[in-house]
């Protein structure tokens, strides 16, 4: 039985907004900062986690930077991070995607491991709020991808089977959420991502320029 396909799932951060590769910009300033090198490899393994830069206080730690000298750190980074501009355009292409997608007529929602008031308010800044419905976060699940607990709850907001919808996503554990969940998975990787394990999803863009949003959802009925 063909299935049709009725939504398009999207991850946030690192596929929306590119906030990983510029988390990393900036970090890597702040602990120049102190002579030390950015222990990226680290960071790399905490990607597409609930995280949130909790764990780069551990790095400094580690590394052994003092409390004061860590807190000195985080208001360096918050105040560069805040007037860097890095986050007030979205990926190239996506905006044309998520159009593309409403003209046809597709429900669209997000599933992230960020907090609702992190992604809601960039949504927000960059004017595509509107497009999605609903906005599951980790507020919403008990447990964070790869599980596939925060896709299974856009299913359920929806009513729909996994095989009627596809994700976006652009890191490993997304990428596994959306397997562990019954869905097709897209990953159109970012920089920092693209060096990354992403074999398991079913189609690899390097860009969402490339994308021909009738031919996937055409390819994926068959």
Request: glycine fraction near 6%.
């Amino acid at each position: 039985m063909i299935m049709k396909i009725k939504g398009i799932i999207f991850d946030f951060d690192g596929l929306i907004l590119d906030t990983e590769t510029s988390e990393v910009l900036i970090w890597e300033k702040v602990f120049q900062q102190f002579g030390l090198i950015f222990p990226l490899d680290r960071y790399l393994h905490n990607v597409g986690h609930a995280t949130d830069n909790h764990f780069v206080h551990g790095f400094m730690r580690d590394l052994g930077l003092s409390n004061d000298e860590i807190e000195f750190a985080i208001s360096e980074y918050e105040k560069l991070f805040s007037n860097s501009g890095f986050l007030d355009n979205p990926r190239e292409g996506i905006r044309e995607i998520i159009q593309s997608a409403r003209d046809s007529g597709l429900k669209l929602g997000i599933a992230s491991n960020s907090y609702r008031i992190w992604v809601s308010g960039h949504l927000r800044n960059l004017n595509l709020e509107h497009f999605f419905d609903p906005v599951c976060t980790r507020d919403d699940v008990s447990n964070s991808k790869p599980d596939p607990e925060l896709y299974n709850l856009v299913l359920r907001n929806w009513g729909f089977l996994p095989q009627e919808v596809f994700v976006f996503e652009d890191s490993p554990n997304g990428i596994l959420a959306a397997k562990n969940a019954g869905m097709y998975c897209i990953a159109v990787p970012n920089p920092l991502t693209v060096n990354m394990d992403i074999s398991k999803a079913d189609l690899i863009f390097n860009s969402f320029m490339e994308i021909d949003l009738h031919e996937i959802v055409c390819n994926f009925e068959e």
